[in-house]
């Protein structure tokens, strides 16, 4: 089961994570992107798990931590530089290689950031 778990698509993927959730997990909340479009959002139809399994739910907005972004940049930029914070990117190559590297990251297929270079500097 799922005992922490970062919430930022909603619908039928929070709906799942319910059911998948351990006793007194917990989820954090920043986002609903699937929901966002949508002229009628949809409902969470497992939401009696929240009371069953004892789950915490908080949202939160970047906003009300924005006061610490100078030290949160200095910090990780300092991290970056002594090589504690490494990150991947997934690079493709041409605009013919865009659907391809677009649909593998809805599907899970990337890892890291996806860039699509389209023509390289010379």
Same mark, same amino acid.
């Given at each position: ?10 619908? /039928? ?5 319910? =059911?998948?959730?351990?006793?007194? @997990?917990? +989820?954090?909340?920043?986002?609903? &992107? ?35 972004? /100078? ?5 990780? =930029?300092?991290?970056?530089?002594? @090589?504690? +914070?490494?990150?991947?990117?997934? &690079? ?31």
């Amino acid at each position: 089961g799922i005992d922490i778990y970062f919430e930022n698509v909603g619908g /039928p993927m929070l709906d799942a994570v319910l =059911l998948n959730m351990k006793l007194h @997990g917990r +989820i954090s909340a920043c986002g609903m &992107i699937s929901q966002y479009n949508l002229e009628k959002p949809q409902g969470i139809h497992n939401l009696g798990q929240v009371v069953a399994k004892r789950i915490k739910i908080q949202g939160f907005v970047q906003s009300d931590h924005f006061h610490l972004y /100078p030290q949160f940049r200095d910090l990780t =930029l300092r991290y970056i530089k002594e @090589g504690k +914070i490494t990150y991947v990117e997934d &690079i493709a190559e041409g605009l013919e290689a865009a659907p391809a590297a677009l649909v593998g990251i809805f599907k899970g297929r990337n890892i890291g950031k996806q860039y699509v270079f389209i023509a390289r500097d010379q």
